[in-house]
């Protein structure tokens, strides 16, 4: 799986939007961004994924540059509640759902982002 | 949010004692999967299991073993607790569909203390 670098921490005024980077240079074709946030004391909580297309759901939208090297995390209207610490994971989607490796998610340090009033 | 439940949600234990932690879910999911979190490392993967009696290891499972005997449960065994387990263990589970891989949903976590 491609590794990924996200900024340590970051800070947004609640209602702005924020916008969380991720830089995955050396993502190859078959592979997946996902994005995962925790909320303090809290179990991990999945947000989104995406491939090559902009996606967005009610949590938030992932933007996907061209060549798939960098995305962006968008939260539209931050709230103090969006407190946490975000992860950017590139994975890989098997074609066969039959294999036994799927899921192996690997979780590096993320992205703490802090939404102030 | 996705029914699934991990007991005990706090457990202090003595070095040398065995430790059963369970993961229970109610969504019928394939796949399960145990996490460790410590400060400085994140969460790491430690046991996954594809189906029930089907296992595999993770990158930290030295140390520990699971179970899986049927659909809804996922033992994970300290069989002789250290104080490199003190930790935060979170379960996982995944429906595997095609389109849901990676799509995990996570317990409430069980903070482990080894003296």
């Known amino acids: 799986d491609a590794k990924t670098t996200q900024p340590t921490s970051m800070d947004c005024a609640e209602g702005r939007a924020a916008n969380l980077p991720c830089n995955h240079s050396?993502?190859?074709?078959?592979?997946?961004v996902y994005w995962y946030r925790q909320i303090h004391s809290q179990g991990p909580q999945y947000i989104i994924h995406?491939?090559?297309n902009n996606e967005t759901n009610e949590m938030a939208s992932l933007i996907i540059t061209e060549d798939r090297k960098s995305s962006t995390l968008i939260l539209p209207h931050a709230t103090l509640r969006d407190t946490a610490v975000y992860y950017c994971?590139?994975?890989?989607?098997?074609?066969?759902?039959?294999?036994?490796?799927?899921?192996?998610?690997?979780f590096g340090q993320g992205t703490i982002l802090t939404v102030h009033p | 949010d996705a029914g699934i439940t991990q007991s005990p949600r706090h457990k202090v234990t003595e070095t040398g004692t065995p430790v059963t932690l369970r993961c229970h879910q109610t969504?019928?999911?394939?796949?399960m999967y145990w996490y460790r979190q410590d400060p400085g490392h994140g969460l790491r993967l430690i046991h996954y299991?594809?189906?029930?009696?089907?296992?595999d290891k993770g990158e930290v499972s030295d140390g520990y073993s699971v179970s899986r005997s049927k659909t809804e449960d996922f033992l994970l065994t300290l069989e002789s607790a250290t104080s490199s387990q003190t930790s935060v263990y979170f379960c996982?589970?995944?429906?595997?569909?095609?389109?849901?891989?990676?799509?995990?949903?996570f317990g409430p976590g069980t903070r482990l203390t080894v003296l």
């Open positions: 996982a589970i995944s429906p595997g569909t095609s389109r849901t891989y990676n799509e995990q949903f």
């Open positions: 050396t993502i190859s074709g078959n592979e997946y």
């Open positions: 995406g491939l090559k």
């Open positions: 994971i590139v994975r890989v989607v098997r074609g066969n759902a039959g294999g036994t490796s799927y899921g192996k998610l690997t």
């Open positions: 969504e019928n999911h394939r796949y």
């Open positions: 299991s594809y189906g029930v009696k089907d296992t």
